[in-house]
């Protein structure tokens, strides 16, 4: 299994206050993605990224921001939590194109975000 | 643009019964397809992929699904139901084969309940 860690595991805030969640990983995967996912919804994705320094919006990025300075590091932060944001995030990843590479995504174990 | 249809976001099944979920794919080029399993609490992990080579495919647990173009179709199946299978299982669809920036869409889910 590939070696993705999220941070926090679990979070409580408030709205209108920012929050960065961490994803970080030990594979040296060149992608990597941050989903929303929501009852009804499955998941959505927030942003992606294609590799340091390079990042792409995906279906439901607004109120959203990523960055990532570093292969193994990938943050999204919600500038000023609402509500709607409460929900539970997963990073992904996945190695580059080429030969023999099926596009399997790995994921963590999630971060569950509540905004009150 | 690609799409997911999962019929059902909630099956149930007798213990020992036949398992089947259904997925239904919209997609402009030959796609490959995905299913994922999660387990409460946890991200999600890949049961099996198509990509392009047999269309009967079998993955892990005991699950296979079989892609049918003519029916854009990638059902997933189980011949006798076990109460380790009870999770939620996702349908995935990728278009292209080239894996660059690629992004998989993901379907609503659908949550697998095994009756004793």
């Known amino acids: 299994d590939a070696g993705i860690t999220q941070s926090p595991r679990h979070k409580v805030t408030e709205t209108g206050t920012p929050v960065t969640l961490r994803c970080h990983q030990t594979?040296?995967?060149?992608?990597m993605y941050w989903y929303r996912q929501d009852p009804g919804h499955g998941l959505r994705l927030i942003h992606y990224s294609y590799g340091v320094k390079d990042t792409d919006k995906g279906e439901v990025s607004d109120g959203y921001s990523v960055s990532r300075s570093k292969t193994e590091d990938f943050l999204l932060t919600l500038e000023s939590a609402t509500s709607s944001q409460t929900s539970v995030y997963f990073c992904?990843?996945?190695?580059?194109?080429?030969?023999?590479?099926?596009?399997?995504?790995?994921f963590g174990e999630g971060s569950r975000l509540t905004v009150l | 643009a690609q799409s997911v249809t999962q019929l059902g976001s909630h099956v149930s099944v007798s213990e020992g019964a036949l398992v089947l979920l259904r997925c239904n794919y919209s997609s402009s080029v030959p796609p490959y397809l995905f299913w994922y399993v999660q387990y409460p609490n946890q991200g999600l992990q890949l049961l099996l992929k198509y990509t392009s080579a047999a269309t009967l495919v079998k993955g892990i647990n005991g699950f296979e699904a079989e892609f049918k173009k003519s029916e854009t179709s990638f059902h997933l199946t189980k011949p006798s139901a076990h109460m380790s299978d009870a999770a939620e299982y996702f349908c995935?669809?990728?278009?292209?084969?080239?894996?660059?920036?690629?992004?998989?869409?993901f379907g609503t889910g659908t949550r697998l309940t095994i009756i004793p």
């Open positions: 992904a990843t996945r190695t580059s194109g080429g030969a023999g590479n099926t596009g399997e995504l790995f």
């Open positions: 594979e040296n995967h060149r992608y």
């Open positions: 995935a669809v990728s278009e292209g084969s080239n894996f660059g920036n690629e992004k998989l869409t």
